[in-house]
């Protein structure tokens, strides 16, 4: 669904992507710099707490994940390798920030319990968890039918829905201290990719069976 506004974000960072071309900045390093930001600013602020600063932080460097295609078309350095590099290094970036939500609840550096206003902060550690978990296994559904020669992209909770979710309504519960926006949040996102790794099960199995036929 978020896809259909890749293209005007591209827009908005094109000029800085273009300086940076200039600068002799290649789209990989785009890539490794992103990652790692988007890495360090949810396993940094995260677990401390500190939802509204880590979002801001996050988003500054998830952006690289629209400038370093738009690099590497613009100078003609689009290559298998930049798009594996790209898809691999995106799972550490997702881990990181369902796995900063996950160190959160668990209490790790916080040496107390977080707040929790919908239930026992053990069963969003939980949800946490499964978002993480459930994210990597529909990004690993639908890799596999690629290689296998169909497709497998869809549902209701793609890549792009998920993140933006997880990070806006965790920035807006930071800002006005309302944990349960985005105990919400993850409610919903963990059905939401249970349901998808469904959907994207069900998209292979009919192509697999057409085949046969």
Same mark, same amino acid.
């Given at each position: #669904?978020?896809e259909?506004?890749? =293209?005007?974000w591209t827009? !908005?960072?094109? $000029?800085? +992507?273009?300086r /940076?071309l200039?600068?002799?900045?290649?789209?990989?390093? !785009?890539?490794?710099v992103g990652t790692? *930001? &988007?890495?360090?600013?949810?396993?940094?602020f995260?677990?401390?707490g500190?939802?509204f600063v880590? !979002?801001? %932080? &996050?988003?500054?460097?998830?952006?690289?994940?629209?400038m370093d *295609?738009?690099m590497?078309?613009?100078?003609? =350095?689009?290559?298998?390798?930049g798009?594996?590099?790209?898809?691999?290094?995106?799972?550490?970036g997702?881990?990181?920030?369902?796995?900063?939500?996950?160190?959160?609840?668990?209490g790790a550096?916080?040496g107390?319990? $977080?707040?929790?206003?919908?239930?026992?902060p053990?069963?969003?550690l939980?949800?946490?968890l499964?978002?993480?978990?459930?994210?990597?296994i529909?990004?690993? +559904?639908?890799a596999r039918?690629?290689? /296998?020669g169909m497709?497998?992209?869809?549902g209701?909770?793609?890549?792009?829905?998920?993140?933006v979710a997880?990070? &806006?309504?965790?920035?807006l519960?930071?800002?006005f201290e309302q944990?349960? #926006?985005r105990e919400?949040?993850?409610?919903a996102?963990a059905l939401?990719?249970?349901?998808t %790794?469904f =959907?994207?099960l069900? #998209? %292979?199995?009919?192509q697999a !069976?057409?085949?046969k036929?």
């Amino acid at each position: #669904m978020l896809e259909r506004f890749r =293209q005007f974000w591209t827009n !908005v960072w094109a $000029p800085l +992507a273009d300086r /940076l071309l200039k600068w002799g900045v290649t789209p990989d390093q !785009v890539t490794i710099v992103g990652t790692i *930001g &988007v890495s360090a600013g949810a396993l940094w602020f995260f677990p401390r707490g500190q939802f509204f600063v880590g !979002v801001l %932080v &996050v988003t500054a460097f998830v952006f690289s994940d629209i400038m370093d *295609g738009y690099m590497a078309r613009k100078s003609g =350095q689009s290559s298998k390798w930049g798009a594996f590099l790209d898809s691999t290094l995106d799972r550490f970036g997702d881990a990181a920030i369902f796995g900063g939500l996950v160190l959160y609840y668990s209490g790790a550096f916080l040496g107390k319990a $977080p707040e929790a206003d919908l239930g026992d902060p053990r069963l969003y550690l939980c949800l946490s968890l499964a978002c993480l978990v459930l994210g990597s296994i529909t990004s690993y +559904a639908r890799a596999r039918a690629e290689s /296998l020669g169909m497709t497998a992209k869809g549902g209701i909770a793609e890549r792009a829905d998920r993140l933006v979710a997880i990070l &806006v309504m965790t920035g807006l519960a930071g800002l006005f201290e309302q944990p349960w #926006m985005r105990e919400i949040t993850l409610w919903a996102l963990a059905l939401a990719s249970l349901i998808t %790794v469904f =959907q994207r099960l069900i #998209m %292979v199995h009919k192509q697999a !069976v057409g085949e046969k036929l």
